[in-house]
């Protein structure tokens, strides 16, 4: 098979989302001495929503930087130190993250903390397939097992021998989590969402008992196709993860289930599927039942609250872009994807609330 181009290219830079790029050269050059003062080239990578990501041409190298949004106020979400740590950390024990190159908190440089990684040459499989890619239902069945299979590893890391016991305070996660992002939805509400608040009021009162046997993990957080890098010859292969912005020491079927909420099946309703989490109602892919029962088998762990972990991923991921559309409608950003994020909050609110009247995470 021939190989694609890459499918997440950069473009130019949107307005208001600029950086200077002589004080970023000069600030490079005088910490990367490979660039030898190669002029900086500054692109962005349309995708995502949270954290900005830029494509940095310096002669014959590429770098990825990345900085926290324009306007936001919510710094522990956007924590440029913690993220490149983690990343730090985490290469020598887990080898498919970029490496990261350096670290800036002198926000005379651009306004903002930010750190520089390398490129992962791969290909990002987004909301559409790219042309000449081949799809069929045989290569999903094994990207969605592989899927599942990498986030087992994920969850298999040694965090503490990796340097990161630091970030471990698993005792009362899933509650603090629940209170944490109802805490959130709440002060980034600008709709009346009765199906959200629903949702979150449903998750609190059904929480699965912890205890100090509870497992923790290495967890992503935000672990779905789009942030996956494939080998462009053979796409079934994970060749990178990205984003780990909100990765930490938890419970693994918080993650597993964050997964799942990102997980379109083929059975739900055309609201649900017009979100355009990705590529996972395609034929072959395994459904979420299907993904349970093998990440069951794979890590070990009993999944008999599944349903309950479902639901908490549609509720955390509805406040999440609750978030960026309350920024949007408050003008601290101009990026016109987020005017009508609103209507992607209401849809996981309803996902939300079928999954916990069925009492499942499937067919409803």
């Known amino acids: 098979m021939t190989a694609p181009g890459p499918l997440d290219n950069p473009v130019p830079v949107r307005p208001g989302e600029e950086l200077d ?9 005088a910490r990367l001495p490979h660039l030898a003062g190669a002029p900086i080239q500054v692109l962005q990578f349309p995708g995502g929503h949270s954290n900005l990501t830029y494509l940095l041409h310096a002669g014959p190298y590429e770098m990825v930087l990345r900085r926290p949004p324009f306007g936001a106020r919510i710094k522990s979400a956007h924590d440029m130190r913690r993220e490149y740590t983690i990343l730090s950390h985490l290469l020598p024990v887990y080898p498919l993250v970029p490496r990261p190159l350096l670290f800036c908190d002198d926000e005379e440089v651009m306004g903002a903390s930010f750190y520089v990684m390398e490129r992962l040459q791969g290909l990002v499989l987004r909301a559409s397939a790219p042309p000449g890619l081949d799809l069929a239902p045989a290569v999903m069945r094994s990207l969605s097992e592989n899927f599942v299979d990498n986030l087992v590893r994920i969850h298999a890391v040694d965090y503490r021998a990796a340097g990161l016991g630091d970030l471990a305070h698993p005792q009362g996660y899933i509650r603090r989590q629940v209170e944490g992002w109802t805490q959130r939805y709440l002060a980034a509400r600008t709709d009346e969402l009765p199906d959200i608040l629903r949702a979150g009021a449903w998750l609190a009162a059904n929480l699965p008992p912890e205890s100090a046997g509870d497992p923790a993990a290495m967890i992503h957080n935000d672990y ?11 796409v079934t292969r994970i060749i990178g993860v990205l984003d780990w912005e909100m990765a930490t020491i938890g419970h693994p079927l918080m993650d597993f289930g964050t997964s799942l909420g990102y997980w379109v099946d083929p059975s739900d309703s055309p ?3 017009s979100l355009a989490f990705g590529l996972t109602a395609l034929p072959g892919n395994l459904d979420r039942r299907q993904l349970a029962e093998r990440y069951a088998i794979k890590s070990g762990l009993d999944l008999s609250d599944i349903t309950f972990y479902y639901v908490y991923a549609l509720f955390k991921i509805a406040v999440i872009v609750q978030q960026i559309y309350a920024r949007y409608q408050a003008g601290l950003s101009q990026d016109k994807r987020f005017a009508g994020l609103i209507h992607a909050v209401r849809a996981l609110g309803r996902q939300a609330v079928l999954a916990l009247q069925h009492g499942r995470i499937d067919n409803l």
């Open 21 to 29: 790029p002589q004080r970023l050269a000069a600030y490079l050059h």
């Open 224 to 234: 779905k196709y789009d942030n996956l890098v494939l080998d462009p010859t053979a």
């Open 271 to 273: 609201e649900l599927k």
